[in-house]
């Protein structure tokens, strides 16, 4: 197996320690700090895996993400009425610094399953299902609470919509590409999240996450296969 992912696979096991009650207090596994840690992983295993391509990737997924968290923060458009709070640190007009890099994070770990930018916004959104309503109990706050355990409906179809954006305006063709390897560690990503949504008495999302990722999961590998894609992808085109 590639050292890429051997990195990712043991970021996987530090986030199911991290996400343990007993554990979420102790030195190195609070404060944010698997956040950062992913955020490295991150510049690790996309420069490794895009090289140049890797700083465009980058740059286009922190800017727009910058720009729709700025929008958003400040007129609602185009998730809905919401504010961060002081919890996600240093912030520029309004939006934490880490979001737009959270932004390029999550939007290159959902690329590498399928190479396909309508499967990989679809699973930027389940990332999103995950992660929003337990998040939006600290970090931030909807204004105007929403359908989804207080999360407006808005919200996920602008992750669908700023994704694809992100995904075009890095490159403007539509491929698929399946790698069993991404779509483990993305599969593991989203159980990880959704434990941290069980242990934090939101069952309900945390069980709607678990199956909505893990139907996904396995009709993407179906599909895969029906295409003559059933073994893993060991690199992607550089940009």
């Keep these: 197996m590639e050292r890429i992912w051997i990195v990712a696979y043991a970021y996987l096991v530090y986030l199911f320690l991290a996400t343990i009650p007993q554990l979420t207090n102790l030195p190195g596994f609070n404060l944010g700090i698997p956040i950062l840690v992913l955020i490295s992983v991150y510049f690790y295993h996309s420069y490794t895996k895009l090289r140049k391509g890797s700083v465009l990737f980058f740059i286009i997924g922190f800017l727009i993400g910058y ?35 959270l932004w390029s994070t999550l939007a290159y770990f959902s690329y590498l399953p399928s190479g396909n930018p309508f499967i990989s916004s679809w699973i930027m959104v389940m990332i999103d299902l995950t992660v929003d309503p337990l998040f939006s109990r600290f970090d931030w706050h909807w204004i105007t609470p929403g359908q989804y355990f207080g999360v407006p409906i808005s919200n996920f179809v602008s992750w669908y919509a700023i994704s694809l954006l992100i995904y075009f305006t890095w490159r403007r063709r539509v491929t698929f590409k399946y790698d069993v ?59």
């Design 181 to 239: 390897k991404a779509s483990l560690f993305v599969y593991g990503l989203i159980l990880d999240l959704a434990l941290q949504d069980y242990f934090a008495g939101l069952v309900l999302p945390s069980l709607i996450s678990f199956v909505v990722a893990s139907l996904s999961f396995l009709l993407l590998h179906v599909l895969a296969r029906g295409l003559g894609h059933a073994k893993s992808v060991s690199e992607h085109e550089n940009n």
């Design 67 to 101: 720009l729709f968290e700025f929008l958003g923060v400040h007129t609602g458009f185009p998730f809905g009425k919401y504010y961060y709070t002081s919890g996600l640190g240093y912030e520029i007009l309004g939006v934490p610094l880490i979001i737009p890099f």
